[in-house]
């Protein structure tokens, strides 16, 4: 089993980036496909990026162009980098994690909040 643990988070004005890290444990990183969602207050939570075991990439519509997943194998971390943040972006993010190849089981972190406000 793999253990998430995001981080990053915080308040930031608009225009502005935030990284956010999501730290893996416990199992082999390599071999999982990740993903970054968010869940504003009152929506559901959605996709937002993923990325496989070989680092091919997926992004939603609303991030197209403005975020960038990445993964480190050897630190055993993921990524999302963001950047021209917007009072939309605003909710908790959280990272999950599968077997490549694999639909079930998922794995998720508690989450980090992300507060976009001037």
């Known amino acids: 089993q793999v253990q998430l643990v995001e981080s990053g988070g915080g308040l930031v004005q608009p225009g502005e980036s935030l990284r956010l890290s999501c730290a893996a444990s416990g199992s082999i990183f390599s071999l999982y496909a990740m993903g970054w969602y968010r869940q504003a207050p009152g929506k559901q939570r959605e996709l937002v990026a993923s990325?496989?075991?070989?680092?091919?990439?997926v992004y939603s519509d609303s991030v197209k162009g403005r975020f960038t997943i990445s993964r480190d194998n050897v630190k055993n971390t993921m990524y999302l980098q963001m950047t021209s943040l917007t009072p939309e972006d605003t909710a908790v993010y959280y990272c999950?994690?599968?077997?490549?190849?694999?639909?079930?089981?998922?794995?998720w972190g508690q989450g980090t909040q992300v507060t976009v406000s001037s």
């Open positions: 990325i496989t075991s070989g680092g091919s990439t």
């Open positions: 999950k994690a599968t077997l490549d190849g694999l639909t079930r089981p998922n794995y």
